[in-house]
């Protein structure tokens, strides 16, 4: 089977791996404890806090380990709600964000928020012009992705974290897809919280980080925490928080020379499907604003989750969209904000490159494509 799924998660790194067990091992203390042991561990924990601040180019102490992507968007959304710089309940997000987010916004609706969700235009992107005409006087919190899990469009962050501080509203943005292959730094001065996921960049599974602006005076969404300076519950898993700053460390020292390789992996597979392209619709925003390592398309008329199971049969690792929505009816939330019909919506196929990717794996995959079509003819 080749993989063409790492948008959905990535294999754990062998440097990562060994590091959790030797962790998990030898230092496994509690980092509550208060002996040597313990404190071993709490070192250990801190030195990580201290790497990803120094890779986020942020203060060390608005750093936070969390279960992973899901937890950090619900925690860092709820803390920055605690701590809003002025009266109000509304909300702008987008109407493709992750299922965490959503879900997170739908229990807010419930108890008095209101919230507003902007469609994406036919690029993948918010309009940001539509984003200021929905600004209101109680417009307390924006909560907008980073990047798009599905067809790999950027949002215009740095023009929303701008606006943003002009209208003293806090922001919120889910980072799970760009950290790794994007520098954060340039960004983590404009958003008071963000989120990021171990699993997206070769990190074992289960562990995240939320970073919160530490000059914001959040309180502890669950009363009575001690762990993480109260920002969430449970005993703090240093042997997956090693082995995520491991995998952080090296996707970070490799993501310039990943990234140019991403590019003429998606470039190669589109040219190897050129003789179909007028069966092909790919979605995409321009060059400076798209992830390379995320292909969202369709082969027109080919209903997705077919095909990801005819891929599946050749021998093909492929996906219909977010891994956190397999297996429902509805075509997925990117095709349903860029305003895609229904029908053509669920035709939707999901493409995504990582390290073991090679150029035969692409172009293999390329020709099962071309099968896939001609078959159907």
Not at 74 to 87: D, N, P, T
Not at 101 to 110: F, G, N, P, W, Y
Not at 267 to 289: C, G, H, K, P, W
């Amino acid at each position: 089977m080749i993989y063409f799924d790492y948008a959905a998660t990535t294999p754990l790194d062998s440097e990562a791996a060994k590091i959790y067990v030797q962790a998990a091992t030898e230092y496994y203390g509690n980092t509550g404890s208060l002996h040597d042991i313990g404190s071993t561990a709490k070192d250990i924990l801190e030195n990580c806090r201290q790497e990803f601040a120094q890779l986020l180019g942020v203060a060390k102490d608005g750093v936070f380990f969390t279960s992973g992507g899901s937890e950090s968007n619900f925690l860092g959304i709820h803390a920055l709600l605690s701590a809003k710089k002025k009266k109000g309940s509304h909300i702008i997000s987008s109407m493709a964000e992750h299922s965490s987010i959503r879900s997170t916004l739908d229990a807010l609706s419930l108890q008095g928020y209101e919230i507003t969700l902007l469609p994406f235009t036919e690029k993948g992107q918010i309009d940001f012009e539509r984003l200021k005409q929905s600004t209101r006087e109680d417009t307390v919190l924006i909560a907008i992705q980073h990047g798009n899990s599905e067809i790999g469009s950027l949002q215009p962050i740095e023009e929303i974290g701008n606006w943003c501080q002009q209208q003293q509203i806090l922001f919120h943005s889910d980072c799970v897809h760009t950290f790794g292959k994007l520098n954060l730094r340039k960004i983590t001065n404009l958003v008071d919280s963000l989120s990021i996921s171990s699993h997206k960049f070769y990190g074992p599974k289960g562990i995240g980080v939320a970073y919160i602006n530490p000059r914001l005076a959040w309180k502890a969404h669950f009363p009575g925490t001690t762990h993480e300076k109260g920002f969430r519950p449970g005993t703090v898993n240093v042997p997956a928080i090693a082995a995520m700053t491991v995998a952080a460390q090296k996707v970070m020292e490799e993501r310039e020379s990943q990234f140019a390789d991403m590019k003429k992996l998606r470039q190669l597979l589109l040219s190897s499907m050129a003789e179909a392209e007028d069966r092909i619709t790919v979605y995409q925003n321009d060059e400076e604003f798209q992830l390379p390592h995320t292909l969202g398309m369709r082969l027109n008329g080919l209903e997705g989750q077919w095909v990801m199971l005819e891929c599946n049969r050749l021998g093909f690792a492929i996906s219909t969209g977010s891994a956190c929505s397999t297996g429902l009816a509805s075509p997925s939330k990117t095709m349903t904000a860029m305003n895609i019909p229904e029908k053509i919506g669920k035709e939707f196929i999901r493409i995504s490159f990582g390290h073991n990717t090679t150029e035969q794996d692409v172009k293999e995959l390329g020709k099962t494509l071309l099968s896939i079509i001609h078959d159907k003819q």
